[in-house]
């Protein structure tokens, strides 16, 4: 093989690296049965950094920039500089290619629920999960602690510790910050900012740093949240005692329906019956009239109001002493609130019970 050939082979005039993937952080330079180039160029990009390794100890690290390798106190050892060798010289040197730029939208997230005391529910476990960014900070730390001799390695690698990293520290704010599930939505930001501020060191130990970290959502359990739903849709529907006189007159329109379809129902019924009574079966029985509406009272008791009660229910109130004569109700279509006394299908309850027993 002519001499010119050989050398061709050998030698490498251009180093650099164009990445064509989005989660690749290390990159290890391809030289297999090559040597570097005494002189030859090596090309960081911004958003790069190239690692130099010599014989197995990290030797120096290139900022985003041009250079050319042909200083004395490089530790870049090439054929030409060992003729004694013939071209072939003991000594490697590798290149290593680090991705200096953010790394975002890892996701992380709380594989068990976190218990805390939280000051309106009491004891309550709560779910979190969100998102992070991760950035190379310190090259030469992040190969020798992380990387090894992985010739290509990517985010998906580290995101993983991370994540641990990430959950232990969420999990302490949450339990820490005293603040209640339902305020946590408007701190998340300042949650955010203590976790990214408290994994700093970890993550600073790896040659890494955290730039982002947001919480997107706190979650209560299902029973729990379902729970929460109907404290919110009492909420939403304010006074109760106005909303429980709308349900009375409601049930009551909608009674009042059903017997009118009913009666209407016994009139079509009479009037076939009518109509064949000359047939061979003689005439129908009239069918059975529609059970009466019965009629529920409230009780308006400290403030507060009690019910709906039948007026069985009330007589036997009366008898425990819970009902008296001078005890506000109402039904609906009645004129508000009036003593038990004064309204006659009441007045009754007190007639009928018997007088308190002579005295000893």
Known sequence: MPIFDFLQGQLIDVIHWVDDRQDRMVWRFEREGHEIKYGAKLTVREGQAAVFV????????F?????????????ILTSLQHWDHGFRSPFKSEIYYVNTTRFTDLKWGTKNPVILRDPEFGPTRVRAFGTFAVKVADPSLFLTEIVGTDGEFTADEISFQIR????QEVSRALASSGL???DMAANTADLGKLVAEAIAPTVAAYGLQIPELYIENVS???AVEAALDKRTSMGVIGDMDRYTRFQAAEALTE??????????????????MQMGAAGPWGPRPAPPPPPPVEQVWHIA????????????????MAQDGHLTRDTLVWT????GWQRAEDITPLARLFTVMPPPPPPT
């Open 220 to 222: 209560l359990p299902e």
């Open 54 to 61: 010599h014989e197995g100890q990290l030797a120096d690290v």
């Open 164 to 167: 641990n990293v990430i959950v």
């Open 301 to 316: 008791r400290d403030g507060t109001t009690e019910g709906p009660f039948s007026t069985a229910r009330l007589g036997r």
């Open 63 to 75: 900022r985003p920039g041009l250079y050319l390798l042909e200083t004395n106190n490089m530790p």
């Open 255 to 272: 009674q009042g329906s059903a017997a009118g379809a009913a009666m209407g129902t016994g009139f079509g019924a009479g009037l076939g």
């Open 180 to 182: 209640s599930v339902l």
């Open 332 to 335: 609906a279509g009645q004129d």
